[in-house]
Structure formats: structure tokens, C-alpha cells
């Protein structure tokens, strides 16, 4: 998921393309969504941070519907 994101920018940079424009557009604005929900649910899986705010983790996952979903949509 991180090199998808690495290469664009890349290649945006590379063709000195506006990164911030690009990333406002509605494709990969919706690509975007959905990498901030992954990462967020990735670190609230760490062991120690999933052992200390168990309840915190539990509710944070139910932001996988939105990654599925604006991953599905980019």
C-alpha cells in the first residue's frame, strides 16, 4: 500500500506535477481516505497499544468499513 502511495508521488514529482492538487482530485482523494484509515488501524494493532486501550482499539476498527469502502471507491 505504501509503495502505490511512494510510486504516484514519484512520479508526480518526477513529471512536476502539483502533489496537493493531485491528491485533491476525487480518485485519489478517495485512495487517500483510505490509506489515513489503514495506517490508523494499523497502529492501533500494535500489541502494547491494543493491550493498553483495548476499548479505543475496538472502536477504531470499525474504520475498516471505510478503508474497504473508499479503497473499493479509488
Known amino acids: 500500500l505504501n509503495i502505490h502511495s511512494i510510486g504516484w508521488i514519484f512520479y508526480w514529482n518526477q513529471n512536476n506535477q502539483n502533489i496537493i492538487n493531485n491528491l485533491i482530485s476525487i480518485p485519489y ?26 476499548e479505543f482499539f475496538y472502536y477504531i476498527h470499525h474504520l475498516f468499513i471505510i478503508t474497504l469502502l473508499f479503497a473499493s471507491l479509488h
Open 29 to 54: 482523494l478517495y485512495g487517500f481516505i483510505a490509506w489515513i484509515s489503514f495506517i490508523i488501524t494499523i497502529i492501533t494493532s500494535i500489541k502494547w497499544f491494543r493491550k493498553r486501550y483495548f
